[in-house]
């Protein structure tokens, strides 16, 4: 392989924080021309890999070449002089700027800005590359598939040969991926040496060359895009990963939450719930599927009474929740797993005994009075992590030394750990390493076997057919339809694009009927 | 190698390195004011900076003459500070009021507030808790308790009205409590010319002397039963933060309120109870400025500059102390000991109060700017990493 | 390595030598100091604690120790000095002096009042002087030495209203206390006088002598410290039309001689406490005058008589008569101010002095 002169390479390459290594030794190619995936759970290292590339991070140990030449980037626009273009997964764009204003952010060539130059310079870029986008729209106002699209244009504005694209279907939408995809083999085959950073197996073996897998900072191995979905998972966690979920039938029992027009605003007054009904009854799960943004997030935050209700009303075994606040929600035995943990489900600065109590540190047994029982807090951590498999040495670490997977375990734990009449769990397993989301997933079935009505916002297709006993689409804050959970993951895919049911149905079998193939 | 520890550190040697960069940081802080405040000293000295343009000539005068000027006043600073049981007794009197008003500030960090009102709530606690001690005539003990308890519970009104305001209106601490300042700052100047409190006889502000029984009861020197209060108060927001339901939501409010509220607690009600705390604490800071004793014996009476800047100087001490209670203790006493040292340096060693007061922002700043220490001292960098690389094989 | 071990200190010699050289007010003033050979040393030791303006406060706690600087280089005593932070500080401050084994110690301000009493009467071999604050029953050891403010400051009402244009003259003071509003009353009054004098009605602005209240900076000490604040108050009685004015705020009151200056000749101000033409010379043009409180005289005097053994606890009261207080020369103003007028101003002195005209109520 050294003797490979053509292509970007990184050799040995090794960086460290403090004691702990991210990367050791990794060596990765990329050639012009293909589509290199580097796939690994979160936390394996891939992130800090494309940093210490993009010139953000400086290794500790090992060397970039390009063509064969090395190459020392002490900043990102050194790596962009190179030929190497990022498209990061939190795009870095000004939301109130044009897209043409964003193309020439951070290269403004001298006090005037020459917009007409940056508005031909977008369409010339989109026109190569067939990648249509308004260079006046302002960021804000357009869909997130365009945005991730002038984030593209960005990187390509460079003429980079190499780009990288780190975890850029997390935020879209199937048919978004779907053109995502599309675009990416017109870049391949337009010669350019790409990137493409998952961990999610059905889209590595759609599109990959070649396929890389990291764990736990090394190069643990690599395999064909032909390899089964079951064989990457096992590279990965380094053991087989079952991922479809052994579950019961639903033993269906009383309505326990009742949602009657439940309309939510959001702080500036636009409705974003809007007049959305459902029931769900005890020993069911019921899904919530739909592309993120589409009002899950208001409405499971709405439940838990965090987000005021404009109107209708929130029934939970016939008690009247709908102006409670989330301490009385909680005591009315409502369990929450928020979608973004690091922002509302998890306190880093806190020990993770603490975090384990988050939501009842102020009552028997883990207080009395006014005191803390510290012992209590901390025999129900040991307890919980055994129980939920905490890989920590110690439940007096703080919180931010866990793992993603093991964070969610946490924040899990806590609520399965009472008596609970409803769980809430949005994206339970986001940024969750394949074998942390089948524990995770085993332990919300085995809550809905208690009798638990279960609501499980996902944005991810493949949790939902696992987990759902139905599926509640929503578009746009409105209910799409409420429809089985072995419903075709097309007519799904279009339902979240807000197409009804029956519509959507049609459509896919015309579909069908012409490719005469499926699409998974 | 296939079986890889899961913690990239022992837990107690991460200890130790934390707390051990913590207390180096401070002390190198500390080491390093007291070098550039010689530097100050030996320019701002006309006579010793002029012997430095015979440095090459005559470098034993040059030398000499910095060297007595600035070994006369750390001397006479270290004398001051900590030379003799009525030094050390005058050092605590000076850090009582700074650890009570430190520990005001410091909590309300630790909720995420930024408490830039102990000023005005210690003058609050300076006004009613004088007013007990000169107005009213109780039995001894139960008169100090009275006069204490006004000066707490004017304090945490003062702050409580700030929690309310920032709970109810999402108006900002910081300007709500700059402006409350002013507002207490005024308001004792106008009560000091009203009759209540203004002391017969004298059209000066300025208050009747607080009665005997009302004053913190003097040990030694300049030591007073205030001093230990301030420590008990210390301990006891240091149960109040580890050890409470309150202080764990205080905690979580402050450091990730999303999740406090996601799990039931109310940022709100938090808001309020802390900044009510809060200002309890600074309450008592201006009590202990009004009731405890002064070189004289007796306590100071009230006047508009009684409690000084005591709640400025608490922002850098609860910096100094990082928001911990004992750090505030210590932080409290090292600048008790530079007021009482920096007396020592001027009434001795003739050095100006403004190199007190320039030692003072300087520690704050390197301590402030650790990035700074670390960079000019090496051998913390150094020492850090090795730590960190022990650690890592461990 | 080495080099750059060697380079510093040189740096730093060349730096401090040039610091020394770019320093000459404080060199020629250390020199006398330092050369005291006309005088003989002496063992006394007199000293000084300041209020929580400090030393360099523009104002009386400047002036009081110019008093001390004059004793050390005149009569060749020690000295020490302990400034203040807080009011909290004084007793400790003062006892510090007294530790530092002072014969005399003179304290500044009335808020070291209850501090130096106290101390007087536990050090009763040790002098005390206090500026600006006055005992009814002092100790034998403690001498209070006050100034009669309103008596220049009437000379100055008076003058000020023969020099108006506008019919309205203004002052303000920096905070509502007596020593500040002894200078505001009796300026008040001194235009009355012009007022009875020639039948004209001069306007007084920012100080009423029948409600004792007018314009303050701000209601605490922070009013002497704000020149912003004084700026802004002057700014205001010049948009009344006050074209004289007497800021009587310490250093707040440099914004009442900005105002002047900026106004391009139309607006006056005077000082206080000390001849603005020398205390803040750079506005001399704008300074008709100003209103002396000699406490560097004050205080010299008391450290020489408990120096010579003449100290007693009699109240040292500044007045006109005994140029203890005093209104400063017109300097630049001297042609602007009519031979009548000066004759008036000699006559009413006189006046003063003779208890034939009262400056207060």
């Known amino acids: ?520 | 190698m296939t079986n890889h520890t899961v913690s990239p550190r022992p837990t107690f040697a991460g200890y130790l390195a934390t707390r051990w960069r913590d207390w180096s940081v401070t002390a190198s802080a500390v080491v390093l004011a007291l070098v550039v405040g010689a530097v100050v000293m030996i320019v701002a000295d006309a006579e010793v900076a002029a012997n430095f343009a015979y440095l090459f000539t005559a470098p034993g005068l040059a030398l000499g003459s910095a060297w007595a000027k600035v070994s006369t006043a750390y001397s006479a600073l270290l004398l001051g500070a900590v030379g003799s049981p009525l030094a050390l007794a005058q050092t605590t009197a000076a850090a009582a009021p700074l650890i009570c008003a430190g520990l005001a500030v410091g909590l309300a960090f630790r909720a995420g507030l930024f408490n830039i009102g102990a000023q005005g709530q210690a003058i609050w606690g300076s006004i009613l808790a004088a007013y007990v001690g000169f107005a009213v005539q109780l039995p001894p003990v139960i008169h100090l308790i009275v006069a204490v308890a006004a000066g707490v519970l004017g304090g945490a009104v003062w702050g409580g009205i700030v929690g309310w305001l920032k709970a109810k209106t999402g108006a900002h601490e910081v300007i709500v409590t700059i402006m409350m300042n002013y507002v207490a700052n005024g308001l004792l100047a106008w009560l000091l010319s009203t009759a209540l409190f203004m002391r017969p006889g004298r059209q000066d502000p300025i208050s009747p002397e607080v009665h005997p029984t009302a004053a913190f009861p003097v040990i030694l020197g300049q030591l007073h039963v205030g001093f230990f209060v301030a420590l008990a108060a210390a301990g006891a927001v240091w149960w109040l933060l580890d050890r409470s339901t309150i202080g764990f939501a205080i905690r979580a409010v402050g450091a990730n309120p999303n999740a406090a509220s996601t799990s039931g607690m109310s940022a709100a009600r938090t808001t309020i109870i802390t900044m009510t705390i809060a200002g309890a604490l600074a309450g008592l800071a201006g009590a202990q400025s009004a009731l405890g004793a002064s070189a004289t014996g007796t306590p100071v009476p009230l006047t508009v500059g009684l409690v000084g800047t005591v709640g400025f100087d608490a922002i850098t001490v609860a910096l100094l102390g990082r928001s911990k209670p004992l750090g505030i203790v210590m932080a409290g006493l090292l600048f008790g000991g530079l007021s009482a040292g920096g007396l020592a340096m001027q009434s001795i060693a003739q050095t100006p109060l403004t190199l007190t007061m320039l030692l003072q922002a300087l520690i704050v700043l390197f301590v402030a700017a650790p990035q700074l220490v670390s960079t000019l001292v090496p051998i913390l960098k150094a020492r850090t990493s090795r730590v960190a690389v022990a650690g890592g094989q461990a | 390595m080495k080099k750059s071990l060697i380079a510093p200190p040189m740096f730093g010699a060349f730096a401090l030598a040039l610091g020394g050289c770019a320093t000459p007010p404080a060199a020629t003033t250390a020199a006398p100091a330092a050369s005291t050979s006309t005088v003989p040393v002496s063992d006394f030791k007199a000293c000084m604690v300041s209020d929580a303006g400090g030393f360099d406060d523009k104002s009386f706690n400047e002036t009081s120790y110019a008093g001390l600087t004059k004793a050390k280089t005149e009569l060749g005593v020690q000295s020490a000095e302990v400034q203040s932070k807080n009011d909290a500080d004084y007793a400790r401050n003062v006892q510090a002096m007294v530790d530092a084994k002072c014969n005399i110690i003179v304290t500044v301000g009335f808020k070291l009042g209850d501090a130096t009493q106290a101390a007087a009467k536990k050090n009763p071999e040790i002098k005390f002087a206090i500026v600006d604050y006055a005992y009814d029953k002092p100790q034998a050891n403690l001498k209070g030495l006050v100034f009669n403010t309103s008596e220049p400051s009437f000379l100055a009402g008076y003058l000020a209203a023969s020099l108006t244009k506008t019919g309205k003259v203004g002052t303000f003071g920096g905070m509502n206390i007596p020593t500040v509003t002894s200078f505001m009353d009796g300026y008040a009054r001194g235009v009355a006088q012009y007022n009875t004098a020639k039948g004209k009605s001069v306007a007084v602005l920012g100080w009423s002598s029948a409600k004792k209240d007018g314009s303050f900076v701000a209601a605490g000490p922070e009013g002497f410290g704000d020149v912003a604040g004084g700026k802004k108050l002057a700014a205001g009685l010049m948009a009344q039309g006050a074209d004289v004015l007497l800021p009587v705020a310490g250093p707040s009151g440099e914004g009442a001689l900005q105002a002047a200056q900026a106004s391009g000749g139309k607006v006056a101000s005077m000082w206080v406490d000390t001849d603005g033409c020398v205390s803040a010379s750079k506005y001399c043009a704008v300074i008709p005058s100003s209103v002396g409180k000699a406490m560097d005289v004050a205080v010299f005097e008391a450290i020489k008589a408990a120096k010579d053994g003449t100290f007693n606890n009699d109240v040292f009261v500044g007045t006109l008569a005994n140029s203890g207080a005093y209104l400063a020369p017109f300097n630049q103003w001297d042609s602007k101010v009519s031979a009548e007028t000066k004759a008036e101003l000699e006559k009413i002195k006189a006046d003063i002095i003779a208890g034939t005209i009262k400056t207060t109520a």
């Open chain 1, 1 to 520: 392989m050294s003797a490979q002169t053509t292509g970007l390479q990184l050799k040995a390459i090794t960086k460290k924080f403090g004691s702990f290594v991210a990367n050791d030794a990794v060596d990765l190619d990329v050639r012009p021309g293909e589509i290199h995936c580097l796939l690994g759970e979160n936390g394996a290292g891939k992130s800090t890999l494309m940093n210490v590339l993009y010139g953000l991070y400086q290794p500790d140990g090992g060397e970039i070449t390009i063509d064969g030449s090395r190459q020392h980037f002490a900043n990102p626009k050194q790596a962009m002089a190179a030929g190497i273009g990022m498209v990061h997964q939190h795009f870095m764009l000004v939301d109130v700027f044009t897209v043409a204003e964003n193309m020439i952010l951070g290269r403004e060539p001298g006090l005037v800005v020459d917009m007409k130059a940056a508005r031909t310079r977008v369409q010339e870029l989109s026109a190569r590359y067939n990648l249509p986008v308004d260079p006046d729209a302002t960021i804000e106002a357009l869909p997130v598939g365009i945005q991730q699209r002038v984030e593209i244009l960005k990187a390509l504005a460079n003429d980079a040969k190499f780009l990288i694209f780190d975890e850029p279907t997390a935020v879209l939408t199937p048919q978004e991926i779907d053109e995502l995809m599309i675009v990416m083999q017109k870049l391949r085959d337009e010669g350019k040496g790409i990137v493409f950073i998952t961990h999610k197996l059905r889209e590595v073996r759609a599109i990959a060359d070649r396929i890389t897998v990291l764990r736990r900072g090394k190069i643990v191995g690599s395999a064909e895009p032909g390899a089964s979905e079951a064989e990457l998972a096992e590279l990965m966690v380094g053991r087989a990963v079952d991922l479809s979920v052994d579950k019961a039938p639903a033993r269906v029992g009383e309505v326990r939450l009742r949602v009657a027009d439940l309309s939510v605003a959001n702080p500036i007054g636009a409705v974003v719930v809007d007049s959305i009904s459902f029931d769900v009854a005890g020993g069911e799960i019921l899904c919530i599927a739909g592309v993120q943004g589409n009002g899950q997030s208001e409405l499971a935050d709405a439940l838990l009474g965090n987000t005021p209700v404009v109107s209708g009303s929130i029934n939970l075994d016939g008690a009247d929740i709908t102006h409670a606040k989330p301490r009385e929600t909680i005591l009315a035995g409502v369990g929450f797993v928020p979608e973004d943990r690091q922002h509302d489900g998890f306190i880093g600065s806190f020990t993770i005994a603490e975090n384990l109590v988050l939501n009842r540190f102020d009552r028997p047994p883990f207080a009395k009075g006014l005191s803390l029982d510290l012992a209590a807090i901390h025999a129900n951590a040991e307890q919980l992590r055994d129980e939920f498999d905490i890989r920590t040495p110690d439940v007096t670490n703080r919180g931010s030394s866990l793992s993603g997977g093991n964070a969610q375990k946490v924040v899990l734990a806590r609520e399965l750990s009472r008596e609970l009449s409803l769980l809430i769990a949005s994206q339970p397993t986001r940024g969750v390493y394949v074998g942390a989301i089948e524990f995770l997933h085993k332990r919300i079935v085995e809550e809905r076997d208690k009798g638990t009505a279960v609501i499980l916002v996902s944005t991810e297709l493949e949790e939902v057919e696992a987990l759902a006993d139905r599926v509640l689409v929503m578009y746009r804050g409105k209910v799409v339809g409420i429809v089985a959970s072995d419903t075709p993951r097309d007519v799904m895919g279009l339902m979240m694009a807000g197409i009804p049911y029956a519509e959507a149905l049609a459509v896919s079998q015309a579909d069908d009927a012409s490719a005469g193939k499926d699409h998974s």
